[in-house]
Each structure stands twice: as C-alpha cells, then as structure tokens.
C-alpha cells in the first residue's frame, strides 16, 4: 500500500522521536510492522468513509460565502484571484472560495466540472495560495486561528472533494498529473500544520507526533486541541497509525477529571473538572464551551474507532466522570435562559441561541455515551441519559420547561452554588484565587464582563425578569456585586482572558437537601497575567480595585439570605460611593412595599424610596419578596428604584452592536455603604415561595446569629439547622436557639437534626491537601462533644464530607 505524498511530508523522526525523548511523560507501545500495516488499511477504510460526504466543519471564515460563479469571474488563469492582494492575509479568503468552488463538484454529490480548465484552474490556486502558507518563515505564536483551524479545515474539505484525486496521488502519482500530484500536497501540507504549529519551543516540536503534544498549553488542550483543529482527519489522510495511536490516547485521558489539587498530574489542566462543570482558557468556568466541545471531540473519537485497534476495551473508561459532566452543565440554564455568567459571550444578546446550543451539546454526550458503553452503565445511568434524551429533545428547546437535574449544587472547582427547582433559580457565583474570572475580548465579545465571579447572585422564578434587563446594567451594579459604583463608560473595555479574581484563597460551600451555605472573602486580584501568546494587556480601570468585603448566601428552601461583612474601600482616593446591589430586574408586575406590620403600598413608576437602616423594609416584584434588613452600627441605606431604562446593549459586547435597544421598566434594589466605608455590614434575604408576604415578615424561616469578618451564620426557625460561613478569623462560638457550635477553623458548614439524627455537612474553603478540622458541638445545657473531619482528598479536595454527629 503506498503513501506517496505521506512519505514526502512525513519524517520518521515525527513519529519517532517520542519513544526516544527524555522529556515524554506519556510513551506509547511501538507496533510491529505487520501490526501497522493492519492499521494503515482501517485509516483507509475511514477516509473512504468520510470523503462520501462534505466535511462538516465549513466554519471557514467570518461571513458568509457565495455562489461559485461570484468567485470565479475573478480567478485568473495562473490560479490568482484578481481582487485580493498578493499578502498572506489573502491565503484563508482564498482558501474559502476554493472550498466552496470544490465542494459544489465533490466527487460523490458534486456537479460534474463543466470544463477541464475551470478544474486546473483550481488546482494552480490551490498551489499558489497554499504554498504562500507553507512557505511562511513565523513558525510561532502568530499562526494560530488561521493556520490551525480554518486553512486546515477548508484543505481537509477539498481533499474529501477531489477525493479520487487524493487517492491517485497517494497510491499512482506516476499515473496521475502532476498539477493534481502537486496540489494534493500542498493540501496535506497545510493540514499537518495542525499537528505541527505554533512552535512550541520544547521537546514535542521535533516530534510533534506524540501525547505530550496534546498537554501543558491552553491551544493544545481541550477543544483548542482536538476540536478545532482536524486532528483527527489529518491521520486519516496522512494514513500514519502513530498519529491514530496518539489521538485514541488523547480521546481517553481527555475524559478524566482536572481540579485545584491535580492539576500537575491529570491529564489536562481544563476539561472535566471533578465538581461536574468544566474547565476551558485555564481554570474558568465554560461549561457551554472549550470543555464541552473538547469532551464531545473525545468522544467522537473514540466512536469513529469503534469496531477498530483502537477501540475501547470494556471498562477502560471511568463513564461516571462524563455522566456527572452532562448532569453538572445542565445547571447552567434554566428554562431556555443561560445565566449571564459563563464565558466571553456572557452579555451577548442572543435569544435562544445560547440554551439550544448547550442543549445539543448535552444530547450530543448523552447519546455517545450509550452508544460507546451502553452494555456497560448501570440501570441508573441508563435511565438518566434516556431521559436526559426525551427532556433535550431539539422540540423542547424553547418550551421554558425545566430540564435536568434539580435541587441545590455546590461546585468546589468553579466556586459556585447553583439552587435549580421548578419555582426558581438561584445562581452565587464567587472567586478566588484559585480560579480564573470571566474572559474578555471587547473588540470581538464581552467588553466589560469584569464583575461577574464578585460574588454575583442573580435570583429569579422566570427568566424574563432578566432577558431584557441585562440590557440596562450598569456592570459595577450587578446583582449580588459589592463594588465602587462606576457607569459603564468610566469602565475601559478591555481584553483579558484570565478575568478578574480574589487575591484571597478562602471560597466554599456545602450543601444538604434544601439547604446550602456558601461564602468567601473578596478583594479584586489586579494582577496582569501573560496570555497563551505571551502577551501582558497592562491597560485597565483601576478604579474597580480596592474594595474588601465578606460575602456569603445561605438557602433554606425557598428562602436566602445573603450576607457581607468588613466592607471597606482600601482605596478611598478612588473616590465614589461603595454599594451592594440586591437585584436589577424587570418589572413584570406591581412592586408593593410592606412594613413590619403588615401594611403595604405601591410603588410609583420613576419613584426613588431611600431609607437609613433603622428597620427592615420589604418589596415583592413577580413573586419574589425581598427583605432589606438593618444591621446595628451600619451607616448603610435601603435604596429602591422603579424605573423606565433604555437597554445599551452595545456598551456591554461587541457583537451587540447591530442590536436595537428598547425601553424596559426595572427594579432595582441596592444598600449604599456611601464613600469610603470601613467595616460595613449588610443582610437581605429573598423568599419565591407562594405564602402571603405578611406571614414570612412576620414569622420568617430563619434567624440570624452572626455577621462578621469572623463568621456569618443562620439557623432555621425550628433551631434544628444551623449553615454557617466560618473565616477562621478567631476562637468562635455559634450560639443558636436549640444548638452550639465551637471552632477556630475556616470551615462552610450545615449542621441538621432530622429524623432523630445528627448530621454535619462541612467543607474546607481553603482546599489544602490532608487537612483535618475540629470542632465542637452540643445541644444547648448538654456537654460539649468534638467532631474531626477528615476532607476528601484529589482530585475531589474541595468536595465536603458529611457524618452523623452523636447526639
């Protein structure tokens, strides 16, 4: 079986050299000849398969293409078009035209080519723009998104095209001409540079053949490497098993967890995160993106290797890991909505296009994991993907139903407490300096997204309180956010693909049933870091720096109760007012103020209520009440708006910018801390549930026992649940109503009697490897009882432990 062109492109040394470096983690076994041989045939068989049909990918540049007529009044004689330049910035235009032309006379569902010459044609502009790519000199960090996706993708799709051709060349060069000869090289050239660039200035680049290539670098991992580029068809073409070898490895591993803890030794540092969200640009949150595309593309893999040497053995794959994935990413949206709070895209103005998306790719895991091990899973699991099957049905996407797992989540990796039930949804999403923030890129996507992990608690019971109200914020005054209150044009839009972070470590949470406790310690990290290039964006607002709060949520079922504490601005020459904003929503129906006694009244349209915290005030909007409570010693104020708002849409992303903007009423709440606080203090709670807000004012699920630097706590009315935020500030002592609690450790903790059992949900926000924590506990006048808890260890350190509690 010969492989011309491959022997011409491809050094042995490529494939090689892995076996021999020192420096390769990963070595695989080397197969015997026979073996290879065996392996070349199957590559074969999968190209013949493939190029049955258009490549799929045509994702070739921005922009849409036309007719193939349009293109070829411009193409000359000597294969040039005569309307773009002669620079390499003309290579991935002309490539799309050439693709296009190809794929309308695809050798199996193609037009036949009405002339020899038009063929030629093609055939010299396939070799004078792709030898213009080939032949660059910049091996590095400049030939990224062109070289690696796109020209790759629009050769992969010509190859399949002119596939007859391809075969002739590689199998009878002899026979063929060598115009077609010369141009299938030039194609499979520029398809192995997927393999090859950029440079990555170590070991793996004189072997770019083997795993390591595909760890240790954010365009190598996840779908940078392995979605977006056509790895995968560049073996099939080059028909060399090595590279086969390497990627069923990578499609293997790909589909292990990462976290805080392991990230030296898992296989990649993003993707699968032990929590069930994932990974993607380093360690942030993108679970409609980079992870989720990079596990669909393992799998995909691993299925196009079925019935193949490279097919899985039974049980070689954890299935538990990607099951738990697809369930953790469906607490990502609610009821069609994907929160604002995921990605570079997160203040996009998109309709449905974000919740359908990430509905297929839940779909899209689910039916390759019954596919791959159906006979394998365990009657659970295969009643959780079959109905994870009929809820994601592509007919539900936009039926505002609620779909996938419900209940209270915690995620350890990602600093995030999700509540998800038919009534609301719930989502606090905080930072450390374990994680990332959210990316930006102004000139393409977000451009002011940079208060979204600040401790952001969006609340609602429908999304509509949100669709058109994002529109209007101000992103400093984001829901939940304790911040300098800055206008969005004092924000300079700014590219940053880490996002902002805490420079505080301290992040957790714990969950149990109905009840979940989560908090941290925030202080904006300015740090500028290099991005995957090498490049420092030095240019910020500095004025978003300097403002240390305390900030913690709590759920008892339908209620929260949000909590901040030691707020200070470290930067009063900054200047401006220090607030806390509660909600930023759209008015959907009447907003009434009620007082402790139950009287209420209406708020007017365009009306401003301020109050200084010397009592509580409540306001219910759509079904949710909120209840602004005093805390003593607070020089705070209760500010509540109702306003119309025109929505800026393009302030806040860049592809909003053909978007029209209208006019919305919102509600907006906020507590003012006023300029320059040191050591302020705030409490709220929210209640969605469907009682008479007279009787939670009057009889409300909780009590507050402490809001400090040290701790912040809150037990149920009954005195049976305690949820506490411990800091590890200092000796502590809970004191509630039917229990005590006594520790001076960092800790997130729920302690619940139910049933006639004692139980203690507990959590290490600071995520240290072998740490133990000791408390104390006891029912109030009975002796005090220790407890030590051992946490769980990685990749799960951060996970909390539970145990039953002697009574």
Not at 415 to 423: A, H, S
Not at 540 to 546: K, S, V
């Given at each position: 079986?010969?492989?011309?062109l491959?022997?011409?492109?491809?050094k042995?040394e490529?494939?090689?050299?892995?076996?021999?470096?020192?420096?390769?983690?990963?070595?695989?076994?080397?197969?015997?000849?026979?073996?290879?041989?065996?392996?070349?045939?199957?590559?074969?068989?999968?190209?013949?398969?493939?190029?049955?049909?258009?490549?799929?990918?045509?994702?070739?540049?921005?922009?849409?293409l036309?007719?193939e007529?349009?293109?070829?009044?411009?193409?000359e004689?000597?294969?040039?078009?005569?309307?773009?330049?002669?620079?390499?910035?003309?290579?991935?235009?002309?490539?799309?035209?050439?693709?296009?032309?190809?794929?309308?006379?695809?050798?199996?569902?193609?037009?036949?080519?009405?002339?020899?010459?038009?063929?030629?044609?093609?055939?010299?502009a396939i070799?004078?723009?792709?030898?213009?790519?080939?032949?660059?000199?910049?091996?590095g960090?400049c030939?990224?998104?062109?070289?690696?996706?796109?020209?790759?993708?629009?050769?992969?799709?010509?190859?399949?095209?002119?596939y007859?051709?391809?075969?002739d060349?590689?199998?009878?060069?002899?026979?063929?001409a060598?115009l077609?000869?010369?141009?299938m090289?030039?194609?499979?050239r520029?398809?192995?540079?997927c393999?090859?660039?950029?440079l990555?200035?170590?070991?793996?680049?004189?072997?770019p053949?083997?795993?390591?290539?595909?760890?240790g670098?954010v365009?190598?991992?996840?779908?940078?490497?392995?979605?977006?580029?056509?790895?995968?068809?560049?073996?099939?073409?080059?028909?060399?098993?090595?590279?086969?070898?390497?990627?069923?490895e990578?499609?293997?591993?790909?589909?292990?967890?990462?976290?805080?803890?392991?990230?030296?030794?898992s296989f990649?540092?993003?993707?699968?995160?032990?929590?069930?969200?994932?990974?993607?640009?380093?360690?942030?949150?993108?679970?409609?993106g980079?992870?989720?595309?990079?596990?669909?593309?393992?799998?995909n893999?691993?299925?196009?290797?079925?019935?193949?040497?490279?097919?899985l053995?039974?049980?070689e794959?954890?299935?538990?890991?990607?099951?738990r994935?697809?369930?953790?990413?469906?607490?990502?949206?609610?009821?069609?909505?994907?929160?604002?709070?995921?990605?570079r895209?997160?203040?996009e103005?998109?309709?449905?296009y974000k919740?359908a998306?990430?509905?297929?790719?839940?779909?899209?895991?689910a039916?390759?994991?019954?596919?791959l091990?159906?006979?394998?899973l365990t009657?659970?699991q295969l009643?959780?993907?079959?109905?994870t099957?009929?809820?994601?049905?592509p007919?539900?996407?936009?039926?505002?139903?609620?779909?996938?797992?419900t209940g209270?989540?915690y995620?350890?990796?990602?600093?995030?407490?999700?509540?998800?039930?038919?009534?609301?949804?719930v989502?606090?999403n905080m930072?450390?300096?374990?994680?990332?923030?959210?990316?930006?890129?102004?000139?393409?996507a977000?451009?002011?997204?940079?208060?979204?992990?600040?401790?952001?608690?969006?609340i609602?019971?429908?999304?509509?309180?949100?669709?058109?109200a994002?529109?209007?914020?101000?992103?400093?005054?984001?829901?939940g956010?304790t911040?300098r209150?800055?206008?969005?044009?004092?924000?300079?839009?700014?590219?940053?693909?880490?996002?902002?972070?805490?420079?505080?470590?301290?992040?957790?949470?714990?969950v149990?049933?109905?009840y979940?406790?989560?908090?941290?310690?925030?202080e904006?990290?300015?740090?500028?870091k290099k991005?995957g290039?090498?490049?420092i964006?030095?240019e910020?607002?500095?004025?978003?720096?300097?403002v240390?709060?305390?900030?913690?949520?709590?759920?008892?079922?339908?209620?929260?109760?949000?909590?901040?504490?030691?707020?200070?601005d470290?930067?009063p020459?900054?200047g401006r007012?220090?607030?806390?904003?509660?909600?930023?929503?759209?008015?959907?129906?009447?907003?009434?103020?009620?007082?402790?006694?139950?009287?209420?009244?209406?708020?007017?349209?365009?009306?401003?209520?301020?109050?200084p915290?010397?009592?509580?005030?409540y306001?219910?909007?759509?079904?949710?009440?909120?209840?602004l409570?005093?805390?003593?010693?607070?020089?705070?104020?209760?500010?509540?708006?109702?306003?119309e708002?025109?929505?800026?849409?393009e302030?806040?992303?860049?592809?909003n910018r053909?978007v029209?903007n209208?006019?919305?009423?919102v509600?907006?709440?906020?507590?003012?801390?006023?300029?320059?606080?040191?050591g302020?203090?705030?409490c709220?709670?929210?209640?969605?549930g469907?009682?008479?807000?007279?009787?939670?004012?009057?009889n409300?699920?909780?009590?507050?026992?402490?809001?400090s630097?040290?701790?912040?706590a809150?037990?149920?009315?009954?005195?049976?649940?305690?949820?506490?935020?411990?800091?590890?500030?200092?000796?502590?002592?809970?004191?509630?109503?039917?229990?005590?609690?006594?520790?001076?450790?960092?800790?997130?903790?729920?302690?619940e009697?139910?049933?006639?059992?004692?139980?203690?949900?507990?959590?290490?926000?600071?995520?240290?490897?072998?740490?133990?924590?000791?408390?104390?506990y006891?029912?109030?006048?009975?002796?005090w009882?220790?407890?030590v808890?051992?946490?769980?260890?990685?990749?799960e350190?951060g996970?909390?432990a539970?145990?039953?509690?002697?009574?």
């Open positions: 079986m010969r492989n011309y491959t022997e011409r492109i491809m042995k490529y494939y090689e050299g892995a076996g021999e470096c020192l420096e390769c983690r990963d070595k695989l076994p080397v197969d015997t000849e026979k073996e290879r041989e065996e392996k070349k045939k199957i590559l074969r068989q999968l190209l013949a398969k493939a190029a049955q049909g258009n490549y799929d990918e045509q994702n070739y540049r921005e922009g849409d036309l007719p007529e349009e293109y070829c009044r411009y193409l004689e000597d294969g040039s078009f005569s309307d773009l330049p002669g620079s390499t910035e003309s290579i991935l235009e002309a490539f799309a035209r050439l693709a296009c032309i190809t794929e309308r006379h695809h050798w199996r569902k193609g037009l036949p080519w009405e002339s020899g010459e038009r063929k030629e044609t093609v055939l010299k070799i004078k723009y792709g030898r213009m790519e080939i032949e660059r000199e910049d091996k960090i030939r990224f998104h062109k070289s690696l996706f796109y020209l790759p993708k629009t050769s992969v799709s010509m190859c399949f095209a002119l007859p051709d391809f075969m060349a590689q199998e009878r060069p002899e026979k063929q060598p077609v000869t010369e141009a090289e030039v194609l499979l520029v398809i192995f540079q393999w090859q660039l950029p990555r200035n170590n070991h793996t680049d004189a072997h053949i083997c795993v390591d290539r595909f760890r670098h365009w190598w991992i996840g779908a940078n490497g392995i979605t977006y580029r056509p790895v995968f068809y560049a073996a099939v073409l080059l028909c060399t098993p090595e590279m086969m070898d390497v990627l069923a990578v499609a293997k591993r790909a589909l292990t967890p990462t976290s805080h803890g392991n990230t030296d030794e990649w540092k993003e993707g699968i995160c032990a929590d069930g969200l994932g990974w993607g640009h380093d360690r942030q949150n993108y679970s409609n980079y992870p989720t595309q990079g596990v669909i593309s393992a799998l893999i691993l299925l196009d290797l079925k019935d193949t040497p490279w097919a053995r039974k049980e794959i954890c299935w538990e890991w990607v099951i994935f697809m369930r953790g990413i469906g607490y990502m949206e609610y009821r069609d909505w994907v929160p604002p709070m995921i990605g895209t997160s203040f103005c998109d309709g449905l919740p998306v990430l509905t297929k790719y839940i779909r899209q895991i039916i390759r994991v019954l596919n091990a159906g006979d394998e009657q659970e009643h959780l993907l079959y109905r099957l009929l809820e994601r049905s007919e539900r996407v936009g039926d505002n139903r609620v779909k996938g797992d209270c989540r995620f350890w990796n990602n600093d995030t407490l999700v509540r998800k039930t038919e009534e609301e949804y989502f606090f930072a450390s300096s374990r994680c990332d923030g959210v990316e930006c890129a102004h000139e393409c977000d451009t002011r997204n940079f208060f979204l992990t600040d401790g952001a608690c969006l609602c019971k429908d999304p509509r309180e949100y669709r058109r994002i529109g209007t914020w101000q992103v400093s005054c984001i829901p956010v911040a209150e800055l206008k969005n044009e004092e924000i300079m839009p700014e590219t940053n693909w880490q996002g902002y972070h805490s420079k505080h470590s301290f992040a957790g949470g714990a149990r049933g109905e979940a406790a989560a908090g941290f310690i925030f904006k990290d300015e740090t500028r991005d290039s090498g490049k964006y030095p910020y607002c500095r004025e978003m720096m300097g240390l709060a305390y900030k913690s949520c709590f759920v008892f079922g339908r209620t929260g109760v949000c909590m901040g504490a030691g707020i200070t470290l930067k020459e900054y007012n220090i607030r806390t904003t509660v909600n930023v929503a759209e008015r959907l129906t009447d907003t009434l103020i009620f007082t402790s006694a139950g009287d209420k009244e209406q708020i007017a349209q365009g009306e401003e209520r301020i109050w915290q010397d009592k509580p005030v306001i219910t909007q759509n079904g949710i009440l909120y209840g409570l005093p805390q003593e010693g607070s020089g705070s104020r209760f500010l509540v708006w109702t306003a708002r025109m929505t800026k849409w302030e806040l992303n860049a592809c053909k029209g209208e006019s919305c009423p509600l907006e709440l906020a507590i003012d801390h006023g300029i320059a606080p040191s302020e203090r705030y709220y709670f929210f209640d969605t469907s009682e008479e807000p007279s009787a939670i004012i009057g409300p699920p909780f009590h507050i026992l402490e809001n630097e040290n701790a912040q809150a037990e149920s009315a009954d005195g049976k649940v305690i949820q506490a935020v411990c800091y590890g500030k200092g000796e502590l002592l809970l004191s509630g109503s039917v229990y005590e609690i006594r520790l001076a450790e960092p800790a997130v903790l729920i302690l009697e139910k049933a006639g059992e004692l139980y203690l949900t507990i959590s290490d926000p600071l995520q240290l490897p072998e740490r133990k924590c000791t408390l104390e006891r029912r109030k006048e009975d002796a009882k220790k407890a808890v051992s946490f769980p260890e990685n990749p350190r996970k909390q539970v145990i039953r509690l002697e009574k």
